[in-house]
């Protein structure tokens, strides 16, 4: 079966550039989270969705980023203006379920931006 | 200031040595997740653990919970090859959300 899927793979912009980084969770999945990794270090999170409850929005780090998930599947994460700072590659993972009755999230392979 | 401390960062070892990796934190944990992460993909998840004390193998691989869920181990036993990635503790403390260590990298030398 089809596991998450990122586009692109790689994206290279000018700073001030506005980006938009796309995520495909499983199917039938109803948590979506979204987490930015910097040189191969750990993950920060960014933002949880989960059904149609209002996202988490609390690991975003500035107004220039937002994301939105539409008819609880396809998630695409904006970050406008971007800065070299924002460089990283930005991983998307889905889990069965939100309630915190299954733990285990799916990842996809990410997003490697680059901004110069 | 990390939520999660990971010790060491790096560890390069023979093929056949053994190895703890460590995870700890001031704050007390729901549950806790190991993942391995290789180049260019998403890190996959190894194991869960919930209660204070688990301890839970998985072939060569185990994982402690501290009794206090505040800190966690993973022992690797005759290291290979095959094991050489990054390793990354995760810690669930509200309610979906995870909180990421900053990993370990091995590499598991032939």
């Known amino acids: 079966g089809a596991g998450v899927s990122q586009s692109p793979s790689n994206k290279v912009t000018e700073k001030g550039k506005d980006v938009e980084l796309r995520c495909d969770p499983i199917?039938?999945?109803?948590?979506l989270y979204w987490y930015r990794q910097s040189l191969g270090q750990g993950l920060e999170f960014l933002i949880y969705f989960q059904g149609n409850s209002a996202p988490d929005k609390s690991g975003l780090p500035s107004d220039r980023f937002s994301a939105e998930r539409t008819g609880g599947s396809v998630s695409t994460l904006t970050i406008q203006r971007t800065q070299q700072e924002d460089s990283a590659v930005y991983l998307c993972?889905?889990?069965?379920?939100?309630?915190?009755?299954?733990?285990?999230?799916?990842f996809g392979p990410g997003t490697r931006l680059t901004v110069t | 200031t990390q939520l999660l401390e990971q010790s060491p960062q790096f560890l390069s070892i023979q093929e056949g040595e053994n190895l703890t990796v460590y995870c700890n934190s001031s704050?007390?944990?729901?549950?806790l997740q190991w993942y391995r992460q290789e180049p260019g993909e998403g890190p996959v998840l190894l194991v869960t653990?919930?209660?204070?004390?688990e301890v839970k193998k998985l072939k060569r691989l185990t994982f402690q919970f501290g009794d206090a869920r505040k800190d966690s181990s993973l022992h690797i036993t005759a290291a290979q090859t095959g094991d050489t990635g990054l390793y990354l503790c995760?810690?669930?403390?509200?309610?979906?959300?995870?909180?990421f260590g900053s990993g370990t990298k091995l590499n598991v030398k032939p």
């Open positions: 199917s039938g999945h109803t948590a």
């Open positions: 653990v919930v209660t204070g004390g």
């Open positions: 993972a889905s889990s069965a379920r939100g309630d915190g009755f299954d733990y285990e999230q799916y």
């Open positions: 704050s007390v944990f729901s549950s």
């Open positions: 995760a810690g669930q403390l509200n309610f979906n959300k995870f909180y």
